[in-house]
Structure formats: C-alpha cells, structure tokens
C-alpha cells in the first residue's frame, strides 16, 4: 500500500513555503501525484457603523482581495514544485473545510497546518475535516518543513476509528525506524494485552517489528502527548472520536487534545 494521490492545504494567512514543501518531500516518498488547494470565503455579513448588514460593495472588495491572494498561493505552490512532482493546483472562493472535503474524493491522503487560526472563512476546521472526509488527515506541527515519521506512536484503542488509522497510516509505518503501538488501560484489564498483541501481530504481517506499551490511568490526551515526547516520537497515529451535535463537532478529550496540539506532527482517521 502507498499513497499515490495527496492533497496539501494552504492556507491563505499563513506562510505556503512549510506546507509545500513538506507535500513534495511525501510526494517524492510516495511517488504520489501532488494537489495544491487553496480557498477561503467571503463572510455572508459585515460590519457596519450601524451594526451587521450585507454590503455588496465591501463583499466584493474582499471577494477581490481573496481572489488576488489564492493567485499568489498558485504562483508559489509552482514554484516551489519541482517538474519532477506530478501536481495540479484547484482553488476557491468557498468555504476551505468545504472545499477542501468536496476534493478529498480524489486523494489518498490529506497534509493540512493545525495552526491557521479558527476564522472558518479562511481556515480549516480539522476536527469537521478529520471526521468528514473519509480520508485520513496528517496535520503538521506549526511551520515543519518535514513529517521524516521515523519514531512513531499509534494511540491505539480497540475501535473501528484506529483500526482504520493503522490501516490507513501503513505507508508511513512501513518507513519507520521505531514504531511503539500504546493503549491507556483504564480498567486493568487483560483484554487491553490480548488487544496489543493482535494489533502487533498485523502489524507484523505487514513486515513491521512495533514495540507495545501499556499505559495505566486515565485516557487524558495531555498524557498521551507527553508520552509521545518521551520516546521522541514525530507522528502521532490515531483514531478520531466525535459525533455531530446540532451542525457542530463535539470532540473525545483525546482527539480533542490532538486537534489543538501544534507542537507535534498527527495522523488521524474516522
């Protein structure tokens, strides 16, 4: 298994040299085809002397500003893209999370920033993007240039979301040095072992040697980063909880924690 097609996000308020580049290096790891995407929106209402009106005139300005700005991504995403990275670019004046979703159907995998502010109009929300795509999110830590994943922590749980992490993240299991497959029991039971040692098992079969930890106390996200950091970990691989409440994401404390956690590098599927 491999990646063949991969989408990298750039966001229109952060810097497009970091992202792009850490597309190329997966690219050129993956032999994938790369796609460049960027969009952002124009708020439905602005603000006005007299309060929150539609006002065309300003629309369109902003419209206009947005448009000139996704020309500059282009302009940079091509220059930053070697020829010998097969790659298309696609932007919009949409939503990006919506955009960004609509286009997922074409990739294997999506590369997108977790630090891009929380501006829906012109930034990705990753927990509706992680739980709405279908297809698995690598976020990167703020401004990395390269995810090399050489030690890598799979949170694992026995649910279906982290079989599928696993399964989906085997490109980059297969390419590590470490790999260190670790659940938080909290019932001390010994059905948490039977389940480590399945998911060692098929990993195995895979031609991938993990370690396995067992983790007593309770599933706190905050532990399961400080974890990651103490075995110098640079990819976090996991299942992504939520469900939908009223149109809004209500999140697990841990995929929670790992949304808003810029500083390491995660894998999540739903």
Do not use: C
């Amino acid at each position: 298994m491999s990646y063949k097609s991969i989408i990298v996000n750039l966001a229109v308020d952060a810097s497009p040299a970091p992202i792009v580049k850490l597309g190329v290096e997966l690219a050129e790891r993956f032999g994938a085809h790369l796609i460049g995407l960027a969009a952002a929106d124009v708020p439905p209402l602005v603000a006005t002397g007299n309060g929150m009106v539609y006002e065309g005139e300003i629309m369109q300005i902003q419209r206009t500003e947005i448009e000139k700005r996704l020309a500059e991504l282009r302009a940079e995403f091509e220059r930053l893209v070697p020829a010998s990275v097969s790659s298309e670019w696609g932007q919009a004046v949409s939503s990006p999370t919506r955009f960004l979703s609509v286009s997922a159907r074409a990739a294997d995998l999506i590369v997108t920033g977790g630090g891009d502010g929380e501006d829906v109009y012109r930034a990705v929300d990753v927990g509706s993007l992680a739980l709405g795509t279908g297809r698995p999110v690598l976020v990167t830590a703020s401004n990395v240039e390269h995810v090399m994943a050489k030690t890598v922590l799979v949170a694992w749980k026995d649910t279906r979301e982290a079989r599928r992490a696993i399964a989906d993240a085997l490109p980059f299991l297969a390419g590590a040095r470490e790999v260190i497959v670790a659940t938080i029991d909290t019932d001390r039971s010994e059905s948490a072992r039977y389940s480590l040692a399945d998911v060692a098992a098929y990993l195995e079969n895979h031609g991938i040697m993990p370690q396995t930890e067992l983790l007593t106390g309770e599933a706190d996200g905050d532990r399961l980063v400080a974890f990651a950091r103490s075995i110098h970990a640079d990819l976090i691989v996991s299942g992504a909880y939520g469900h939908s409440r009223l149109r809004e994401w209500a999140f697990g404390g841990v995929t929670r924690t790992l949304i808003e956690d810029n500083g390491i590098n995660r894998f999540m599927s739903y």
